[in-house]
Structures are given as C-alpha cells and as structure tokens.
C-alpha cells in the first residue's frame, strides 16, 4: 500500500474521486549545544607584607690594654734622658654590622588561562507520534489496488 490509495467503487471497479489519504507523523528532538558563559573573575594583585629577619653575624673588635716589662740593665736609658713628655697614639678598630635594604626581582608570576573539556552527560524527555492502524468494519477479503 502506498501513501495514496485511489478510493474505489464497493465492487471495486473503475475510480470515481481520488483523496489523499496520509498523515504527516512529527516527533521532538533535543538540540544540544554549548555557550560561554561568565562564571569567575580573577585578578592578579600584588601586594607589600612586612616580615622580620634575624641573621647572627660575627663581628670582631680590637681591645687596649698595657703590658708592662722590665727593661734589663743592658738597656737603661742614661740619667735624665728618659724624663720628657711623650705620646704613643694606636688607632684602634672595630666591625659595626652595616644593613642595606637591596630590591631584587626573584619570579614572574602570571595568570595562564587553560581550556579544559570534559564530556557531560545530558538527558531530556522527547515526544514523538505513533502511527497506528485501527481497522474496524465488516470481515471479509480486503481488496487493495496499486494506483
């Protein structure tokens, strides 16, 4: 049988009118697609924070003191030649800890944006048309043509 059947006499003789006899069947589907969509704002922010350092360092110092010796006899100075005013000057040193502050750069951070995809399982509910014969009359032979 055909999407067309010629409607025919009860006998089944020669065609008298022709009809289109179809139904148009239709169904739902799911679309599925994808958008970009914002979902977080990210900002790379620098900032100062102020921490304490302690380092131990050595040091070192240079001390005075007197020592006294005898002078042995061999070495005497004459009489009266060792009577004048004199002066012996010794400079003395020492280490002081000297702290500088040096800014170097030591990283370079960014912001990398990667794409990632993952596959996601997606469902609905689709309603499509059934086609169904319901055949109700007389019983008998059914007698059906071509066109």
């Known amino acids: 049988m055909t999407d067309r059947d010629i409607e025919r006499s009860p006998?089944?003789?020669a065609p008298h009118t022709t009809k289109d006899r179809s139904l148009v069947r239709s169904e739902e589907r799911l679309l599925v697609a994808t958008e970009a969509v914002p979902v977080a704002r990210v900002r790379l922010r620098k900032y100062l924070v102020t921490e304490d350092q302690t380092f131990t360092?050595?040091?070192?110092r240079e001390e005075v003191e007197l020592d006294y010796a005898e002078i042995p006899m061999t070495e005497?100075?004459?009489?009266g030649a060792g009577l004048l005013d004199d002066f012996v000057e010794v400079v003395r040193y020492e280490e002081r800890v000297v702290v500088t502050k040096q800014v170097v750069a030591v990283e370079r951070v960014r912001l990398v944006r990667r794409v990632i995809?993952?596959?996601q399982v997606?469902?609905?509910q689709v309603r499509r048309e059934v086609v169904?014969?319901?055949h109700t009359g007389t019983p008998g032979p059914t007698r059906t043509g071509t066109p």
Request: aromatic fraction near 0%; hydrophobic fraction near 35%; charged fraction near 20%.
């Open 11 to 13: 006998l089944g003789t």
């Open 76 to 79: 005497q100075i004459p009489d």
């Open 57 to 60: 360092v050595p040091v070192t």
């Open 122 to 124: 997606v469902s609905g």
């Open 117 to 119: 995809t993952a596959e």
């Open 132 to 134: 169904d014969l319901d």
